[in-house]
């Protein structure tokens, strides 16, 4: 388990299970299940208290999405094309004039390869209605990790035995090495993007 711990040891805690959800859902951190994988190893880990961390995760999921959304509402739908391509913004633009804030704050529920940050800041930048938009969000975050949370108290020894295998441990340096190549990557798209002039038309 030495490689978990060396790649995940910052954040095996109570508050850490805050902070990685609240980087998973801003626009640059780029770790595809990695709070799914926290909150199910320290379920398993921590027995009774399991609870806590779906709680934990989820509140710090809404506070990155509420930074993404605040800076996709900041940008406008003008401004927006230089974070979002314009070909998914239509899409989501679409999906939200038909659906409305509580249908579209539902896909917080489904997990990668799903484009979360992209998906938020459209809703900031469209104006949909925080409250419900908020309130759904948070719903379906919890139902997700919770959900997680009880599988993992039910099977708790064997979802420990399954993180402590060595075909784990591989499992882990790929993930590792998806997450630091797609933060740099995020990161340089994200600066190139806002550096980039905004084009004007006549």
Known sequence: MGLFHAAFGFFLS????YLL???????????????DALVIYLSARHGMFFWIYPLLATAGSVTGAAIT????????????ERLVPN???ERF????????????ASAALLPPPFPLTPFVLTCGALEVDR???FSMFA???????????????????????VLESEQFQMVIIGFIVVAVLGTIVSALLLWRNTRQPRLRTA
């Not at 998973?24 to 951190?29: I, T």
């Not at 633009?93 to 579209?104: D, F, I, S």
């Open 69 to 80: 959304y605040w800076v996709g509402r900041k940008a406008g739908e003008l401004g927006l």
């Open 14 to 17: 109570w508050w850490g299970a």
């Open 131 to 133: 409250r419900i938009f």
């Open 139 to 161: 719903l379906m975050r919890l139902i997700r990790f919770g959900s997680e949370a009880a599988l993992a108290r039910v099977y708790g020894r064997g979802v420990l035995r």
């Open 93 to 104: 633009r679409r999906r939200v004039q038909k659906q409305g804030a509580a249908a579209m």
């Open 87 to 89: 070909h998914r913004f």
């Open 21 to 35: 959800a609240a980087l998973d859902a801003s626009m640059v951190f780029f770790l595809p299940f990695g709070v």
